[in-house]
């Protein structure tokens, strides 16, 4: 971790034990959706470590919409995110990737901004390649995924063209 300011190495540390993995799912989504309205969407909390977004999906089986904060690798170029299931090491997959799979249609918050696009589940060689660089973005992600049995889900959730009525 050379290169890695010591503040950020502590909270890589904190954020890879069991403790946080069973209290963050409460205390951190809470927190940024209160300091995001609070700030009328400027300011994520969680993304003053790791770049956030509030992502907007679908429910699964209730068909409502659905605000969660989440962290994200951004990609070159600014029109896609990886989107990490981890649900901070915990047994089950987060609801809000079954309402992707569910529904792919979303929208994400970045910086501000409502941004439509569409998420697909990585897999394979594409699957390997973005866990490989999501890894090197924040590596308790490697923690996350040593305490689980099922494979933690990646999203590659892409811009798409916003839709104009005539």
């Given at each position: 971790?050379?290169?890695?300011?010591?503040?950020?190495?502590?909270?890589?540390?904190?954020?890879?034990?069991?403790?946080?993995?069973?209290?963050?799912p409460?205390?951190?989504?809470a927190?940024?959706?209160?300091?995001?309205?609070?700030?009328?969407?400027?300011?994520?909390?969680?993304?003053?470590?790791?770049?956030?977004?509030?992502?907007?999906?679908?429910?699964?089986?209730?068909?409502?919409?659905?605000?969660?904060?989440?962290?994200?690798?951004?990609?070159?170029?600014?029109?896609?995110?990886?989107?990490?299931?981890?649900?901070?090491?915990?047994?089950?997959?987060?609801?809000?990737?079954?309402?992707?799979?569910?529904?792919?249609?979303?929208?994400?918050?970045?910086?501000?901004?409502?941004?439509?696009?569409t998420?697909?589940?990585?897999?394979?060689?594409?699957?390997?390649?973005?866990?490989?660089?999501?890894?090197?973005?924040?590596?308790?992600?490697?923690?996350?995924?040593?305490?689980?049995?099922?494979?933690?889900?990646?999203?590659?959730?892409?811009?798409?063209?916003?839709?104009?009525?005539?």
């Amino acid at each position: 971790m050379t290169g890695t300011p010591i503040g950020v190495r502590a909270v890589q540390k904190v954020s890879s034990t069991r403790g946080f993995a069973k209290v963050a799912p409460y205390v951190v989504p809470a927190l940024d959706r209160a300091v995001h309205r609070l700030t009328r969407g400027k300011v994520l909390l969680s993304a003053q470590l790791l770049p956030g977004v509030i992502l907007t999906s679908t429910g699964a089986r209730s068909g409502l919409a659905r605000r969660t904060p989440l962290a994200c690798m951004p990609e070159e170029g600014g029109e896609s995110w990886i989107l990490v299931g981890s649900n901070f090491g915990r047994a089950t997959h987060p609801a809000w990737t079954g309402n992707l799979l569910a529904h792919p249609d979303a929208s994400v918050n970045w910086k501000g901004r409502d941004i439509p696009v569409t998420a697909r589940l990585l897999e394979g060689e594409e699957r390997t390649a973005a866990w490989k660089a999501v890894l090197a973005f924040w590596p308790p992600y490697a923690a996350y995924q040593a305490r689980v049995e099922r494979e933690i889900r990646l999203f590659r959730v892409v811009r798409r063209p916003v839709e104009t009525t005539a």
